[in-house]
């Protein structure tokens, strides 16, 4: 996968901002699917109400451009034991 983001990235103009931010994009996904186990219960007897993602903790807001997200507050992380959005 790396291969492809450098040959993804040299097609990319760098002093262009649509392009910075599409990559910008495609790092993120590409970093982001790594830790997608983070998100993941091992078994289904092993999941914990205050450590895992329930859909009370799922809520939509408008964002500052009128645009309608999703905001995931994730209870924990391995660093942080609080409740993080």
């Known amino acids: 996968m790396p291969d492809y983001i450098i040959k993804i990235k040299e ?24 830790r997608v186990r983070e998100f993941m219960v091992k078994q289904l007897d092993s999941f914990n109400i205050n450590t895992h993602i329930t859909l009370a903790r799922l809520r939509e807001e408008v964002d500052q451009n009128s645009l309608q997200v999703t905001v995931l507050q994730i209870p924990c992380t391995k660093t942080s034991p609080d409740s993080e959005e």
């Open 11 to 34: 097609k990319l103009d760098m002093d262009n901002t649509l392009d910075v931010a599409v990559f910008a994009c495609l790092m993120t996904c590409f970093y982001t699917a790594g």
